[in-house]
């Protein structure tokens, strides 16, 4: 099932503009779990301010970066390994006018990242953790580009806390590579990767909502959404989100975040 290319290479059409506004109430152009809100309160949580250097991991489409840099001032930088997300991200940049101070590059986050040392104030990464291969050198490479103080932040929404058949898993992860782990795997990677835990959030609830409300607003737009996607491919999206809502409302997957501290 193709959903990145599709969010990212269509990201101002019109249909796709709408199913955001209706999923997430403010547009970042996220295709995630996360609302604006959540967004700013988990950048402040990482205190991030004008004089911050902030590391995105997984930036999808820009938005969320861009909106995160007109918002508290600061400096960003964004890498995902989907090349239309880079490519709308430069642009959006440019438009907001923010590219003096926000980039993008097209990187695997799953090899060492092409930044030296004690780079940047904060890595933030918001649901892209669980396509990333090698967790564990993944984040002692984000402990080696954070300056000692900085911290590291993401969230993961298949961390597994209940009963979930093979058929649920297959359809869940059709939409790409993924990892599903146990409680408690993102706490000891993090402890062993150098870092030391503030704080683990449960936030489900953002899951379990916005895949519902996603789904009900993509089911509104059929119309245009199949004309691009094809109906094998809007068929197989929906049954993704209303698997996201039923695993996440029975909290059989569950969605964290994790806040640490470089030593």
Known sequence: VILYDHAYGDFTSDAEA?????????????????TATEWLGFADRL????????????????????????????RLTG?????????????????????????????????????????????????????????GDVLRDWHRVLRPGGRAFFTDALVITGVVSHEEIATRSSIGFYLFVPPGENERALTDAGFTMLSVQDVTQNAADLSR?????????????????????????????????????????SRFAYLAEKR
């Open 47 to 74: 205190g991030v301010g004008a004089s911050s250097n902030v590391l995105e991991v997984g930036s999808g489409s820009g938005g969320p970066g861009v909106y995160l840099a007109l918002q508290r001032g600061c």
């Open 79 to 135: 890498v995902d390994l989907n090349e239309h997300g880079v490519r709308n991200s430069t642009a959006l940049a440019e438009a907001r006018g923010v590219a003096d101070r926000v980039r993008f590059q097209t990187v695997d986050a799953s090899r060492p990242l092409p930044f030296p040392d004690a780079s940047f104030d904060t890595v933030m990464s918001n649901d892209a953790m669980c396509h990333i291969k090698g967790r």
């Open 18 to 34: 709408a199913v955001r506004r209706e999923t997430y109430g403010e547009d970042l152009g996220q295709s995630s779990w996360m």
């Open 213 to 253: 409300r996603r789904h009900d607003a993509r089911a509104r737009y059929a119309r245009e959404l199949v004309e691009r996607e094809g109906q094998e491919n809007f068929d197989g999206l929906q049954r993704v989100l209303m698997g996201v809502h039923t695993l996440s409302a029975e909290r059989r997957l």
